[in-house]
Every structure is written in structure tokens, then in C-alpha cells.
């Protein structure tokens, strides 16, 4: 107490001092009933104030436990898998799952899985999993990227490795980039020239490079090309002079160089032969081109020359030989002593073709093949079909033949669904080419309306006449013209006509054209 009353004595001096509040010519001396009342309500505070503070503490705590204990009691998610998926676009999502409990109790069926996952469309996706389980509601997500990791692809038109010119730029032939999420991104390729190459490259909206290099080479190795004016194979005849009809050459690299051609060879107008004029070109890298002109001077058939023997009969046979007809036929006319005329194909067997030679017949020319489509398709294609059979009877008789019946005759009109003008083309190149050919004036019929030996017979004798040559047109492949041979032989000689053979002297029997 003494402490106690000397601390407030010593308050109160200094609460004294400045602030009482003494009344004038008053002063006031200690009273220590009122210092001791001021000491207790002092203390009293004091004891109030800590109080206070210690409630605050334990209310804070109990909170806490609270908060502790609510966490430990409510109900737990667990994903099955990682939180943060990665997956590319376009693969499928695979949903993992998640399990949950409380406490021991499995709560895993509760689990509601939302997801907006689009695999179809690049981006951040969430799937959350939540359950309700009394008054608890407690959620988790996992968070799923979709992402493009393909590369694009960038495809050259031409190829990867090109041949340029020396000194001259590579003119670009084109390109495309696809990428599977962007679709075509063409426009976005870059290309880059290096030394040698030429580097294309793209990038995707997310990121993915690509490139692809094309490969130059400065060099040429193309040949340059020669093209001839006129014709590749000419004829003339033995009073015209060769004159050069010209030619062009150029090359991909050097452009135009027809005045680096140099011709060899030599065309000796008037001299009949076959010549060859070779046309040769080189270009700046030393590639050589070549090519052949084949000049046949020879003398020209004249339409109009040739013997009209009056009063004569020539037998001719087209389409053979044939194995079955052909051989009696020429029995008959050996027997008879008759000369004939044979408008051979390739099909039937060559001894045959040997035995008309051998028997002193003419073997003429009727076309390889006798196939109106073909030989009427273009005038290279007839003559190419001519020289076939023209090398067949070469082979088996040793001469070239010159003798020629069109199928169909000259005046046929199925030529024209092939080729139209095709028959005055053909005509005009036999001449030029030395051919004569021979149509006929008497049809015996066997090859559509005359299928007996009496028809043909009938056919090709009432017909006949003394006063021109009688070209007879027959086929060697028919057993009613076979059989029919001998008595149209005795009749012509009963009736005083001869037989005759074609050849070259023969004035040609030409039907009128009509296509
Ligand atoms: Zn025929």
C-alpha cells in the first residue's frame, strides 16, 4: 500500500501540475481518500483492457479449429490422370475419370463430369467433377489443351531437282502448303533463294515449321529440234530439180538457231536414186540434234500413159491368197495358159504368192491389212499399210511392185468417214511415188450379189466388149469364182477375146473419185 500510495501521490503531483483547477487565494493540500478512489478505478481499467484481448485470442483459435475441423469432414476428389492434359487436335479425348470419398465411404458414382472438350478446334478446355453429398457440394477440374503439333506439308509441282539454263533464272512452276488444322496456307509460304536452290518454307497458325528445297541446275541437256518444211520423204521426178523446201531449228536454251544448221548430202536431180540429206545442229551445251530428208528421184507415172489392149481380158483376184480357193485357182489358169493378176494382202500363205510369181502372174498390191479404218485413217497410214505387203511380196519374189488396187476401188465412198479428200490425196501420191493403180470396169459381183458359179459367170461375160481392155475384178478367196473360172476362160476364147496380165505398160482403168 505504501508503494502504491507513493505512485499516486506522485500521479496526482503530476495530474497537479499543470491542470487542477484551483479557485483563487485556495489551495488545496492531499486528500487521500479521493487519490485512493482515482488508484482503484485505475486498476479496475487496467484489468478490463487484458481481458479483452484474451477473448479475441480464443475466438480467433476456435475459428480456426472450426475451419480445420469443416475441411478434414467435407468430402475428396482425386483425378485419375494428370490435372493438365496435352492431346493433339483431331485425336480423341479419353476421359480418365476421378474417384471420390468420404471418409471410408466410396462416393465415386456421385461423380458429374462436365467437359467441353473440342477436339475438332484448337484450344483450353475444362472438365470439372463434382459432387453433392448431404449439404457438401465440392468440385475439381482438370484442364485438357488441345494443340496442333503436325507440321504442315509443302508439295513442289515439277520436280525437286530441275535442269536450268546456264545464266538464266528459274522461273517457278508452283507449290501448295496444307496444313491439317489451317487447311491451305499457300500464301504463307516464303521462299528464300540460295546459291543453288531455292527454299520454300511455311508456318502453321500454331507454331509447326515445314520446308522444302528444289535443287537447280545450271545445265542443258536437251537436244535442240530440227523441223523440216515439206516433207520428210519427197519424190521428184526426173525433169524437176531439187529445190531445198527449208527447216528451223531451236532449242530450249539457245532459242532460235537455224542458222547453225549445216545440211550434208546431195539430191542429183534428174538421176533416179534414192538420196539422203542429213540436217545437223548443235546448241550452246553441245547437245546435237539430227535429222534425215529421203529424196527419191524417180520417174513419175503419167495417168495418162500405158497400152489400151482392145478386145482383151485381164482377170484380176483381190484379197487373197487364200489356202482353201487360191491354189485351184491357180491350177485353172495354168492349165488354160492363162495369165492373171493377184491384189495381195498379208493374210494366206506365202508359197502361194511365190507360185503367181513363179507362174508368171502379176502380183500387185492391195494394202497389208484391208482394213478401211485404218488405211483410210491418214495418207501415212495407207502407205505405211502399202509397205507391208509391198516388203511381203519384196521377200517372196525379189521385186519391188508398183501395182496397186485400192480397197474398196478408187471411187469408194466408206474412205470418208475416216478421212475426208483422203482418195484425191492417195491417187496424187501413187503417181508421185512412180504407182500405178487399176480400178475395173467389169464387176463379176462375188463379193456380195453373185455367190454361185452360174451369177459370177453371167455376171462377167455379158459384160464384155471388143472394143476396150477388160479389167475384171474377181476375188481368189470365193469357191463360186473358183468354180466358175474355167468356163469364163473358154468363153472368152471361144469368143475371141485374149488374156492379159497387168503391168506397167497396162493404161491404167480409174473409176471417178468421190471423196
Ligand atoms: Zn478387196
Known amino acids: 500500500m505504501k508503494e502504491v500510495k507513493k505512485n499516486a501521490v506522485k500521479r496526482r503531483n503530476i495530474r497537479l501540475h499543470p491542470n487542477w483547477p484551483l479557485r483563487e487565494g485556495q489551495v488545496k493540500g492531499p486528500d487521500l481518500k479521493e487519490l485512493e478512489y482515482e488508484i482503484r478505478k485505475d486498476i479496475r481499467k487496467k484489468h478490463h483492457t487484458s481481458n479483452k484481448f484474451v477473448i479475441q485470442i480464443v475466438i480467433l483459435f476456435l475459428l480456426i479449429c472450426i475451419f480445420v475441423g469443416l475441411h478434414l469432414i467435407i468430402p475428396k476428389i482425386e483425378l485419375n490422370g494428370e490435372e493438365k492434359i496435352e492431346i493433339s487436335y483431331h485425336d480423341t479425348y479419353v476421359e480418365q475419370g476421378a474417384t471420390a470419398k468420404y471418409f471410408q465411404q466410396d462416393l465415386t458414382d456421385r461423380i458429374e ?14 472438365v470439372i467433377y463434382k459432387v453433392n453429398y448431404s449439404f457438401y457440394t465440392v468440385k475439381k477440374k482438370r484442364i485438357v489443351e488441345v494443340v496442333d503439333k503436325e507440321k504442315p506439308t509443302i508439295t513442289l509441282e515439277g520436280d525437286t531437282e530441275v535442269n536450268i539454263c546456264p545464266n538464266s533464272e528459274f522461273k517457278e512452276i508452283g507449290y501448295q502448303a496444307i496444313d491439317e488444322y489451317d487447311g491451305d496456307i499457300t500464301e504463307k509460304v516464303k521462299i528464300k533463294k540460295e546459291k543453288d536452290r531455292w527454299i520454300y518454307s511455311v508456318k502453321d497458325s500454331s507454331g509447326n515449321t515445314a ?6 541446275h545450271e545445265k542443258d541437256e536437251e537436244a535442240p529440234t530440227i523441223t523440216l518444211k515439206g516433207n ?21 536454251c539457245s532459242g532460235d538457231i537455224t542458222e547453225k544448221v549445216s545440211v550434208t548430202g546431195e539430191v542429183k536431180s534428174g538421176q533416179e536414186g534414192t ?28 495417168p495418162n500413159s500405158g497400152e489400151i489392149k482392145k478386145g482383151a481380158i485381164y482377170l484380176t483376184f483381190d484379197d487373197g491368197p487364200s489356202n482353201v480357193t487360191t491354189g485351184a485357182i491357180l491350177d485353172i489358169l495354168k492349165e488354160e495358159g492363162v495369165k492373171a493378176t493377184f491384189f495381195v494382202t498379208n493374210n494366206g500363205p506365202d508359197y502361194l504368192i511365190q507360185r503367181m510369181y513363179d507362174e508368171g502372174h502379176t502380183v500387185g498390191l492391195h494394202t497389208a491389212s484391208h482394213n478401211y479404218a485404218e488405211v483410210y485413217a491418214s495418207v501415212d497410214n495407207y502407205f505405211r499399210d502399202l509397205n507391208s505387203v509391198s516388203n511381203r511380196v519384196k521377200k517372196l519374189t525379189g521385186q519391188t511392185s508398183k501395182i496397186v488396187r485400192f480397197p474398196g476401188g478408187s471411187s469408194n465412198t466408206i474412205s470418208k468417214r475416216y478421212s475426208q479428200g483422203i482418195m484425191t490425196q492417195l491417187s496424187q501420191e501413187l503417181f508421185n511415188r512412180g504407182y500405178r493403180y487399176y480400178d475395173w470396169n467389169i464387176d463379176s459381183g462375188d463379193a456380195y450379189n453373185a455367190k454361185t458359179k452360174e451369177a459370177v459367170y453371167q455376171n462377167v461375160t455379158s459384160n464384155l466388149s471388143k472394143n476396150r481392155a477388160n479389167i475384171v475384178l474377181m476375188h ?15 468363153y472368152g ?23
Open 113 to 126: 463430369i462436365t467437359s467441353a472438350v473440342d477436339t475438332n478446334k484448337i484450344g483450353t478446355y475444362e
Open 211 to 216: 520446308s522444302i528445297s528444289r535443287i537447280l
Open 232 to 252: 520428210q520423204t519427197m519424190y521428184l521426178g526426173l525433169e524437176e530439180d531439187f529445190k531445198e523446201p527449208g527447216y528451223t531449228a531451236s532449242d530450249n
Open 275 to 302: 538420196y539422203i540429206l542429213t540436217y545437223q545442229v548443235s546448241d550452246d551445251s553441245g547437245n546435237i540434234a539430227t535429222v534425215e530428208r529421203k529424196v527419191t528421184v524417180a520417174k513419175k507415172t503419167d
Open 476 to 490: 481368189d478367196i470365193k469357191t463360186w469364182t473358183r468354180d466358175a473360172l474355167r468356163d469364163i476362160i473358154r
Open 493 to 515: 476364147k471361144e469368143n475371141g477375146y485374149t488374156f492379159e496380165r497387168i503391168d506397167m505398160d497396162t493404161h491404167m482403168v480409174r473409176q471417178k473419185i468421190n471423196n
